[in-house]
T-cell receptor, first 112, second 114 residues
Framework: AQSVAQPEDQVNVAEGNPLTVKCTYS??????LFWYVQYPNRGLQFLLK??????LVKGSYGFEAEFNKSQTSFHLKKPSALVSDSALYFC??????????FGSGTKLNVKP | DSGVTQTPKHLITATGQRVTLRCSPR?????VYWYQQSLDQGLQFLIQ???????AKGNILERFSAQQFPDLHSELNLSSLELGDSALYFC?????????????FGEGSWLTVV
């Protein structure tokens, strides 16, 4: 069975500080991992993905994520948070691109 | 703009009624996915179609059905609606190419059952 866990319902960070949003996954075989962001009353927007290759993946808006196979994690990071980064972030995993399993979401609050 | 179009954006209907949500995928995408997002259950995968055929099924109720038409647009039919069906319904599409897939979401259809 495939699943994704986002252990933090909410992450609070001050503007300008680095941020991390955590994601761990469980999947048989090689995982395909994704991060999406959702702003209020909007659809999910694709941020970045890991399919294969370099464990550090760079995506939109200065976000990056590191794939760690031994820890089955795919944490989202940004060196310097902006107030406009405040949103709901979803991690997702897929093994065959037929089903994408999403985590429960983490609300990121960036305070000025 | 993801290129995935969903209509209607908002819908209010009564219990027991039936509604149809429509989705037009991104140009060239053969796969369509439907998701339900509610406050208490997060983002739930309902069903996936690929080039007109059902490819994967998730937590879709028997009262719900979907199809993908030859022009690749998809419809999600919700019948005998209950208050608990109130949610945001998302459609997403992907090309499912070998190079690594990404699903792109529409803006969603807000369904309120009263």
């Amino acid at each position: 069975a495939q699943s994704v866990a986002q252990p933090e319902d909410q992450v609070n960070v001050a503007e300008g500080n680095p941020l991390t949003v955590k994601c761990t996954y469980s999947v048989s075989g090689n995982p395909y991992l994704f991060w999406y962001v959702q702003y209020p009353n909007r659809g999910l927007q694709f941020l970045l993905k890991y399919i294969t290759g370099d464990n550090l993946v760079k995506g939109s808006y200065g976000f990056e994520a590191e794939f760690n196979k031994s820890q089955t994690s795919f944490h989202l990071k940004k060196p310097s948070a902006l107030v406009s980064d405040s949103a709901l972030y979803f991690c997702a995993v897929s093994r065959n691109f037929n089903k994408f399993y999403f985590g429960s979401g983490t609300k990121l609050n960036v305070k000025p | 703009d993801s290129g995935v179009t969903q209509t209607p954006k908002h819908l209010i209907t009564a219990t027991g009624q039936r509604v149809t949500l429509r989705c037009s995928p991104r140009s060239g995408d053969l796969s369509v996915y439907w998701y339900q997002q509610s406050l208490d259950q997060g983002l739930q995968f309902l069903i996936q179609y690929y080039n007109g055929e059902e490819r994967a099924k998730g937590n879709i109720l028997e009262r719900f059905s979907a199809q993908q038409f030859p022009d690749l647009h998809s419809e999600l039919n919700l019948s005998s609606l209950e208050l608990g069906d109130s949610a945001l319904y998302f459609c997403a599409s992907s090309s499912q190419t070998v190079s690594g897939n990404t699903i792109y979401f529409g803006e969603g259809s807000w369904l309120t059952v009263v």
